[in-house]
């Protein structure tokens, strides 16, 4: 099979999960504050752009019986405010719930907002540390060519996007985990100086499916502490 017949399949089947994924979203009855019992350390949820919090069901369902209270914030709706926007709704949420050594758990620009919270939003240092999953933290190339403004943002030469990019102070305390290929961040989610995962899976949103990135979420929640 050629590479290219390969990563055809694989977006494909990226796509048919996004999709899935979008309808049971949008049907489930599941109240946010459902999760929210358990005594290990609380987690709270960003999705990706366009994406609703039910969309990241596997990964809330999987904390939640490993004992954690998941937090979503429906403000969010489905993440089309800008980066700093998002971040302030995020940040007012954690300290109006009074959460202390929170965890943010984010898939793709949820990422760059858990940063954004951890570099701008969080005096009081509420949030412990951040385990992003396919999150564009140098950008992704392709993006400079959407017309829509809310993904044209995640352009390696969007302004934001270099900040954050320059600001490695916190990189310490993130967790990136990224599959064998994602058809959407070709640069790939490497952060320098963060904790790197790739795992031996796929996509840009199917990896969200996989049982192995839920596992592997819980492990670095629950291992020590990074060094601060």
Request: charged share 20%; with cysteine.
């Amino acid at each position: 099979m050629s590479t290219a017949f390969r990563k055809a399949i694989w977006w494909t089947g990226d796509y048919a999960y996004a999709a899935w994924w979008q309808v049971r979203g949008a049907v489930s009855r599941i109240p946010a504050d459902a999760f929210h019992s358990g005594n290990r350390s609380p987690v709270v949820v960003i999705p990706g752009v366009y994406e609703s919090w039910q969309f990241l069901l596997p990964l809330i369902t999987a904390l939640h019986k490993a004992g954690h209270p998941v937090h979503v914030v429906t403000l969010l709706q489905r993440n089309r405010l800008d980066v700093p926007i998002a971040a302030r709704l995020v940040a007012e949420h954690i300290a109006a719930a009074g959460l202390d050594n929170a965890v943010i758990v984010a898939h793709s620009k949820g990422g760059l907002i858990g940063k954004y919270i951890m570099l701008a939003l969080d005096p009081d240092r509420r949030v412990d540390r951040l385990v992003a999953v396919c999150t564009p933290f140098s950008g992704s190339r392709y993006a400079r060519y959407l017309l829509i403004p809310s993904l044209r943002a995640f352009s390696p030469g969007n302004a934001l996007t270099l900040q954050m990019a320059r600001e490695e102070t916190i990189n310490n305390r993130i967790t990136s985990i990224y599959g064998l290929y994602d058809p959407h961040i070709p640069e790939g989610s490497v952060l320098p100086g963060a904790r790197n995962i790739r795992l031996q899976t796929v996509g840009h949103f199917r990896i969200l499916g996989d049982a192995q990135t839920a596992r592997t979420i819980v492990e670095q929640i629950q291992t020590d502490p990074p060094d601060q």
